[in-house]
Nanobody, 136 residues
């Protein structure tokens, strides 16, 4: 089992920045990928960014955040971060950290993020979420 705890959400004005963090504990050596997802009430979950834990230079982003958000992994600290710059009101929602155990599931989620079709392949482990609110 892997436990994930997000932090760093909050309120910011449009154009501002926030940095989300996800602390992982438990059998973290068992993970193949980690990512950030977001979901507004009544809407489909959207993959935001994902990386493979053993190849963290391979990063995938949704078109809606490309160039503004950066995902990174500190393996020693077992912490996944999402640096969010140039925030827009449409970025307002709950953000979730997730981790996947197997390559097939991770690769499917990566394809969905790149295609922008919504997150239909859930990863194995999820955090409780952190709220991001961007005002005009």
């Amino acid at each position: 089992q892997v436990q994930l705890v997000e932090s760093g959400g909050g309120s910011v004005q449009a154009g501002g920045s926030l940095r989300l963090a996800c602390a992982a504990s438990g059998n973290t050596y068992d993970t193949d990928c980690m990512g950030w997802y977001r979901q507004a009430p009544g809407k489909e979950r959207e993959g935001v960014a994902l990386l493979f834990t053993n190849y963290d230079d391979i990063q995938s982003y949704a078109d809606s955040v490309k160039g503004r958000f950066t995902i990174s992994l500190d393996s020693a600290k077992k912490t996944l971060t999402l640096q969010m710059n140039s925030l827009k009101p449409e970025d307002t929602t709950m953000y979730y950290c997730a981790a996947g155990r197997d390559r097939e599931r991770c690769s499917a989620s990566r394809r969905e993020i790149i295609a922008g079709i919504g997150s239909r392949t859930p990863l194995n482990y999820w955090g409780q979420g952190t709220q991001v609110t961007v005002s005009t």
